[in-house]
């Protein structure tokens, strides 16, 4: 994926809030959005270089989104909304080898209590569970000593969403957990136990029970994002 927009360099000053940041942006300290409701706390610190998408416009009450941070020469994305594009962008691409054969695809598609990310068809009107597949995906961004985890802050809805999927393939739908690592630099990925217990939990029951857990790692650049390849995972 292409970054359309002009892109800004920028030097971090403080999080205002979970949505809200300073950024020294051409010497003038700026308020920009925080796409990523995480706490970030090892990528936004003061002093560390990121990247602002402009994204201007007259409902916006900020000008600039802050996307990328550098955790030293390495490029991080935070933007969460970019791993379903990703997944989607390589699925139709047939990247994702283990994903493939669908050619129907809708986005935010209501299961029960919650939303899946993406839902799969063989077909668009095919009415049959086994040709169907909902996909889950969950970004990340927690990186530490070429490990990558998940999540940075407790997630009541994320073990909620793995519990559906569950559901979802008792009920005879292939289900797909995807962790998309914003990073190319993560020689594995896995659950953060210490961060949120309930979360890892639920990552091995759904494993054991037949959902599917993938994990792939990002190329980032400053003027583009794609999905490169699989990660190792350890439950």
Request: glycine share 4%; proline share 3%.
């Amino acid at each position: 994926m292409i970054f359309q927009k002009n892109i800004k360099k920028g030097i971090f000053q403080k999080r205002l809030n979970r949505f809200e940041a300073l950024v020294l942006i051409d010497d003038k300290v700026t308020l920009v959005h925080v796409p990523n409701t995480g706490r970030c706390r090892e990528l936004l610190f003061e002093g560390v270089e990121v990247l602002l998408e402009d994204r201007a416009s007259a409902n916006r009450k900020t000008d600039y989104e802050l996307i990328m941070v550098y955790k030293g020469k390495k490029l991080v994305s935070i933007d969460s909304q970019l791993p379903n594009k990703l997944v989607e962008e390589a699925i139709t691409k047939g990247v994702i080898k283990e994903i493939s054969g669908y050619n129907y695809i809708k986005k935010e598609v209501k299961y029960s209590e919650s939303r899946f990310d993406l839902f799969l068809k063989q077909n668009e009107d095919t009415q049959s569970p086994k040709d169907c597949c909902y996909i889950e995906v969950k970004g990340v961004t927690l990186e530490c000593d070429s490990v990558a985890m998940f999540p940075d802050a407790p997630t009541e809805r994320g073990a909620r969403h793995i519990h559906e999927l569950i559901k979802a393939h008792s009920e005879g739908y292939r289900a797909v957990l995807v962790f998309v690592i914003q990073l190319d630099f993560a020689e594995y990925f896995t659950p953060n136990y210490k961060m949120d217990a309930d979360f890892g939990t639920a990552v091995k029951e759904a494993y054991s029970k037949g959902v599917e857990i993938l994990a792939y790692s990002c190329k980032i650049s400053e003027r583009e994002a794609y999905i490169e390849k699989a990660v190792e995972i350890r439950l």
